[in-house]
C-alpha cells in the first residue's frame, strides 16, 4: 500500500509499506480521505526524514477483528487516529464512529469537527442572544461560527485580515465583520480606548464593562490575532483560545489581561474517551441538519498524496479559495 513519510523541511514522498496487520480487536480501514490540518503545518515545515503526519481521517471497513462488535466491512466510519496519510490504518473500536447515510465522505472527517464542538461548548452563551466574537475566520473559526448561531448566540462579529475569509464568515453565520484595522475601537477594551471616557457604544457612557465583548474566541494561531482577541475581551469577560499555537512562543499584555479580570479557557481537547463521543455527536449534528458546516473542501482542493508539498503550500496561501484540503486515497 501507499504511505507517505516526510524526508525533511517541506519535503515528502510516498513509498510501498505492507498493509498492516491487525488484532482480534480492531478494525483494518481503507481510507477515502485524510484532512490537512494547520496544526500540522510547522511539524511539515520543520520536519525530520522519517516523520508521519495526518490525525483527521474516515474511509471504509476493509477488515473486523473477532472480538470487534458493532462494525461491519464496507462500513463508512471516522473517527481519532494517527499516521493517517496512507491507503489503509488500523483504528481502535473504542475510537471509530459511524459515518450516517446522508453525510457525504467529503464532510465526514469528524476529528477537527470534534475539536470544534468541544471548543465551542467551553464558551456557550450566558443568555441566548448574547453576542459572541471570532478572531480567525479560517476552518476552525468558520466552525465556530456555524456552532456559535447554532446555540443561540445573537450578534456575531468576525475578524480576518482577510477580505475572503469575512465573506465566508457571512455565509456561515456573522452578522458584522471586520478587519483588524476596521475595527470599532469600542471593541476594544485596551489601555488607549480606556483613556477615552466619552467612547460610548450604542448610546452608553463608556465604561468596562461596556466596551469589548464577554465571549471572544481565539482561532488565528498568531499572536497578533492572540492579542487582538485579549484587547477585545471586557471586564470580566472570557477568552477562549482554540487556536493551536506551536510554532514558538508567545508574547501577550498579560498586564492588561490581570486589569482586566478576564478568564481564558485552553479550548483544546486530551481526554480521548470524551472526544470519540463528540466524534459521533458531530456525525448526528451533521445528519440531521443541526450544524450545516458542509461543503468546505471543494475539488480544487482535494489532493493526491502525492500532492502533499503542495497541498500545505496552498493551505498557508489560501489559494484559490481554499478552506479546507482533503487528501484523497
Known amino acids: 500500500m501507499k504511505q507517505l513519510i516526510l524526508t525533511g523541511p517541506r519535503k ?5 509499506v505492507p498493509i498492516p496487520a491487525i488484532t482480534d480487536d ?13 496544526s500540522e503545518w510547522y ?43 496512507k491507503e489503509y490504518i488500523v483504528m481502535e473500536p473504542a475510537k471509530t464512529v459511524h459515518v450516517p447515510d446522508n453525510v457525504a465522505d467529503e464532510d465526514a ?4 469537527l470534534a475539536c470544534l464542538l468541544s471548543a465551542a461548548m467551553k464558551l456557550p452563551p450566558e443568555t441566548l442572544g448574547d453576542p459572541v466574537a471570532v478572531v480567525g475566520c ?14 443561540g448566540y445573537g450578534d456575531i462579529i468576525a475578524v480576518d485580515p482577510r477580505k475572503e475569509a469575512l465573506e465566508n464568515a457571512r455565509r456561515f453565520g456573522a452578522t ?28 452608553t457612557n463608556a465604561d468596562l464593562f461596556n466596551v469589548g465583548f464577554r465571549r471572544v474566541m481565539e482561532f488565528s494561531g498568531t499572536e497578533s490575532g492572540l492579542r487582538l482577541a485579549g484587547d477585545m475581551v471586557c471586564a470580566h469577560g472570557t477568552l477562549g483560545i482554540g487556536g493551536y499555537h506551536n510554532d ?3 508574547s501577550i499584555d498579560y498586564k492588561l489581561w490581570n486589569f482586566k479580570a478576564i478568564t481564558t479557557i485552553n479550548c483544546h481537547e486530551r481526554r480521548i474517551a470524551y472526544e470519540a463521543g463528540l466524534c459521533e455527536r458531530c456525525m448526528m449534528l451533521l445528519s440531521r441538519g443541526i450544524w450545516p458546516f458542509t461543503g468546505l473542501a471543494d475539488e480544487r482542493h482535494i489532493y493526491t498524496l502525492e500532492e502533499f508539498d503542495l497541498a500545505n503550500e496552498e493551505m498557508a496561501a489560501h489559494t484559490d479559495g481554499y478552506i479546507k484540503g482533503l487528501v484523497r486515497t
Do not use: N
Open 138 to 151: 479560517g476552518y476552525m473559526g468558520l466552525g465556530a461560527i456555524s456552532l456559535f448561531k447554532a446555540m
Open 248 to 250: 514558538s512562543l508567545r
Open 26 to 38: 480492531q478494525l483494518l480501514v481503507k481510507v477515502t480521505y485524510s484532512g490537512l490540518c494547520h
Open 109 to 112: 472527517v469528524a476529528e477537527p
Open 176 to 203: 458584522e465583520t471586520y478587519t483588524p484595522d476596521t475595527l470599532p475601537p469600542y471593541y476594544m477594551l485596551t489601555w488607549d480606548t480606556m483613556k477615552k471616557p466619552d467612547l460610548t457604544r450604542d448610546g
Open 43 to 85: 511539524p511539515w515545515a520543520t520536519a525530520a526524514p522519517g516523520d508521519i503526519l495526518g490525525h483527521e481521517s474516515m474511509g471504509v471497513v476493509a477488515k473486523v477483528g473477532q472480538h470487534v462488535k458493532g462494525f461491519h466491512v464496507g462500513d463508512r466510519v471516522t473517527g481519532l487516529g494517527g499516521g493517517a496519510f
Open 12 to 16: 515528502s514522498e510516498v513509498i510501498d
